[in-house]
Every structure is written in C-alpha cells, then in structure tokens.
C-alpha cells in the first residue's frame, strides 16, 4: 500500500521485531541500577544478539 510506503510503516515492523527478539534472548529486565549500567548492558545485549544473527546468516554469492 502506497501509504506504507510513505510513512516508513515497515521499518516500525523491523524495530518491534528486533526488541521482541532481544527480550526472548537476553531477559525482559535489566539488572544494572545505574543508568550506566543499564546502558553498558545494553550495549553487550546488542552485542551478544548481533553476533548470534551474524552465525545464523547464511554465505549468499552470485550464481554465473
């Protein structure tokens, strides 16, 4: 549809999938009280999950 298209609809889909799956992976909380911490733990969660992505993409090539 035309108006998803404008208003970037699908990229709001992206960003609720990404924090549903970080939430199953890493917990629904955080456990650090300072908002430092919570920031570095963050920061390692992201971290943890974009290395978990990156081994389960498989290896694409152009096929001649």
Known sequence: ???QRV????KRNYSEL???RY??????K???RELSRQ???AMIGCGV???MVGLGMPKSYRAT
Request: no cysteine; glycine share 16%; hydrophobic share 25%.
């Open 39 to 41: 920031k570095n733990e």
């Open 30 to 32: 955080s456990y650090g």
């Open 18 to 20: 990404n924090i549903q």
């Open 7 to 10: 208003r970037g609809y699908g």
């Open 23 to 28: 939430k199953k992976m890493l917990g629904n």
């Open 49 to 51: 999950l974009n290395k």
């Open 1 to 3: 549809m035309n108006w």
